[in-house]
């Protein structure tokens, strides 16, 4: 049974950073594309962040390009999601995901697998 489990959120001021983490069991990890999505309180869940398999391709959605960095450790089954320059518009839950399919994708019903959620909140 897959498992996904996200670490690493928090309370950060404007302008800060937090790396998130999300730790996988349960599968061949390094067979699968991994993304980070987002869900602020009464908004729909966004695409954030997905990265290839081996990690030689990675996709941004435009509200974090050159701010976020999605990288991945496939010996320890962990995709990590680097995220500087915090504004209060990142205050959300932060999701990663897990895809079996073999393209990069941004649509959130391509994506089989899903963490709880890791609470980021960016206060000024």
């Known amino acids: 049974q897959v498992q996904l489990q996200e670490s690493g959120g928090g309370l950060v001021q404007v302008g800060g950073s937090l790396r998130l983490s999300c730790a996988a069991s349960?599968?061949?990890?390094?067979?699968?594309?991994m993304a980070w999505f987002r869900q602020a309180p009464g908004k729909d869940r966004d695409f954030i962040a997905a990265?290839?398999?081996?990690?030689?391709?990675?996709y941004y959605g435009d509200s974090v390009k050159g701010r976020f960095i999605i990288a991945r450790n496939n010996e320890e089954n962990t995709v990590y999601l680097q995220m500087d320059n915090l504004q209060p518009d990142d205050t959300a839950d932060y999701y990663c995901?897990?895809?079996?399919?073999?393209?990069?994708?941004?649509?959130?019903?391509?994506?089989?697998?899903w963490g709880q959620g890791a609470q980021v909140t960016i206060y000024s």
């Open positions: 990265i290839s398999w081996l990690g030689g391709s990675t």
């Open positions: 995901a897990e895809n079996h399919d073999r393209t990069i994708t941004t649509r959130i019903d391509a994506y089989d697998y």
């Open positions: 349960g599968d061949s990890f390094d067979n699968y594309i």
